[in-house]
């Protein structure tokens, strides 16, 4: 779930003909981290045997053009198809504060470390935005915290901890209408740590010693499903899994809710707890992460020149998404608006992004269309930027074939000191990306030493800047090439 730009998160991988492992899948070349030299790849139109092909290595040709404004854009201004922010909640490397979370942000300061959750020192990479001291006390009862997988305990305390943000307590639910309130949690992974120990139980013990809650605890819908149970929550429930496209694939969706009418109130958001053997291992196998051991608060570098991939987080984060009319009857504090998104497909790769940057770039115009704005309007971007060598300026040449005037346009990545969270990055972004809307400052892009002279957008440098953001995107892209934007701007009424 690494980088991207053109389709997916991307680590560039292009499976081919040297075999890695016993079913016979291979790494043939990694165009987008560090190649392999020497490798001899099948013939045009030959597929090696016990390869995995999913398209060409070049993007096919698509009749499809990025979407162009040809009037006035002209923004939504039905109260109960307006969406608003009334809440916010997380989990991060960095605590459970909304406050102090961007506040490290704007300091700069990195929470990528060794990892000392496991032994991971046969691991050739042994560092991440690994969460510590996280405590869920007066959020999750004891018993079942025990029991729980860490990507549902994070999922309980952000969503929580957003409803009490937007005086959504527990007493206040109750005098509402609660089957018009629905939540949309998604996750790339799921309970990553439940699957792992019910597959060595199994193995190990047989099926006899399996948890009975392998399956609930594994099952990507369960962050949704746990905390409408626990706040009585009836509307629209399910979750999304489109890799680190997550979170933002389920604001659009919970936003669309609500603009239709079947809910006043959505939390939505994304959550993930990968930093186990199994996720770690996993993307070093696809050679996706950085392996700068000897330095790891350096090792997330977007846009760098000596970036050499990603860096794995986790956390969750959650927003109060509610319609405008139904903020102002019951006196909620307006945080931000939601002025729309949208999601596409680069229809080309497993991991590789599309060369010529289709699928982002019309989703970028897509959401700007949905949203009701110019690209003039828009002069702040929270970029993916998740220091893949290829994903990262894929990225920038998505933005620029879309925005024709970057001069006034700044543009940071968050992962540059939380990492790339999966399926959470975009819900922790999003609250980064309003945070700046809210403040007026912006976070710095950390270890930015070097900087691609094809970036010429300003990518805010090591310090933070001040900056009265009009409007903001926030970019997320998944393995399968899976895309998503999401708009967002102060709230005026």
Excluded at 20 to 43: K, T
Aim: aromatic letters at 6%; proline letters at 3%; hydrophobic letters at 40%.
């Amino acid at each position: 779930m690494a980088g991207i730009a053109g389709a997916a998160c991307s680590s560039n991988v292009l499976f081919g003909s040297r075999e890695v492992g016993s079913d016979g899948a291979s790494l043939a070349q990694y165009r987008g981290l560090r190649p392999v030299e020497n490798m001899q790849l099948a013939p045009t139109g030959r597929r090696p045997s016990g390869s995995i092909s999913t398209s060409a290595s070049k993007s096919r040709t698509i009749r499809a053009m990025v979407s162009q404004t040809v009037s006035a854009p002209k923004r939504e201004k039905d109260p109960k198809k307006r969406v608003v922010i009334t809440g916010m909640g997380l989990v991060s490397v960095f605590g459970s504060g909304i406050d102090t979370f961007y506040d490290k942000l704007l300091e700069g300061e990195s929470g990528i470390s060794l990892i000392d959750r496991f032994d991971a020192s046969s691991f050739s990479v042994r560092f991440a935005g690994q969460i510590r001291d996280f405590s869920s006390k007066g959020y999750i009862d004891g018993k079942n915290d025990r029991r729980l997988d860490d990507c549902w305990r994070y999922c309980l305390v952000a969503g929580k901890r957003a409803l009490e943000d937007a005086n959504l307590g527990s007493e206040v639910l109750e005098n509402m209408d609660r089957t018009r309130i629905g939540v949309l949690v998604g996750t790339g992974m799921g309970g990553l740590t439940a699957f792992s120990n019910g597959v060595e139980s199994l193995v190990q013990k047989g099926y006899k010693k399996m948890s009975p809650f392998f399956i609930p605890y594994s099952i990507t819908n369960m962050g949704s499903a746990l905390l409408a149970i626990d706040t009585g929550l009836m509307g629209p429930n399910y979750s999304i899994s489109t890799a680190c496209a997550t979170a933002n694939y389920c604001f659009y969706s919970a936003a669309n809710h609500i603009r239709r009418g079947e809910a006043d109130i959505m939390v939505a958001g994304g959550t993930e707890a990968s930093v186990i053997p199994a996720g770690v291992g996993g993307f070093i196998a696809c050679r996706a992460l950085s392996q700068r051991n000897e330095d790891p608060k350096k090792a997330s570098r977007p846009w760098d020149k000596d970036r050499d991939g990603f860096v794995m987080g986790e956390g969750s984060g959650v927003l109060i998404m509610e319609s405008l009319e139904h903020a102002m009857k019951r006196g909620a504090n307006i945080i931000a608006e939601y002025l729309g998104g949208a999601v596409t497909c680069d229809a080309h790769h497993m991991t590789d992004p599309r060369s010529d940057g289709l699928g982002v770039s019309t989703c970028i115009a897509k959401s700007l269309e949905d949203s009701g704005v110019s690209p003039e309007e828009v002069n702040y971007v929270n970029a993916h930027a998740t220091s893949t060598l290829a994903g990262d300026l894929a990225e920038v040449n998505a933005i620029k074939k879309v925005f024709k005037n970057t001069s006034e346009i700044k543009m940071n990545g968050t992962k540059s000191m939380i990492g790339h969270g999966l399926g959470a990055a975009g819900a922790l972004e999003a609250i980064a990306t309003i945070k700046a809307i809210n403040t007026g400052w912006l976070h710095p892009t950390i270890n930015q030493d070097n900087i691609e002279l094809d970036v010429t957008i300003d990518t805010v440098p090591n310090v933070k800047k001040q900056h009265e953001v009009n409007v903001g995107i926030s970019n997320s892209f998944g393995f399968g090439g899976h895309n998503s934007v999401v708009v967002f701007a102060p709230f005026t009424a």
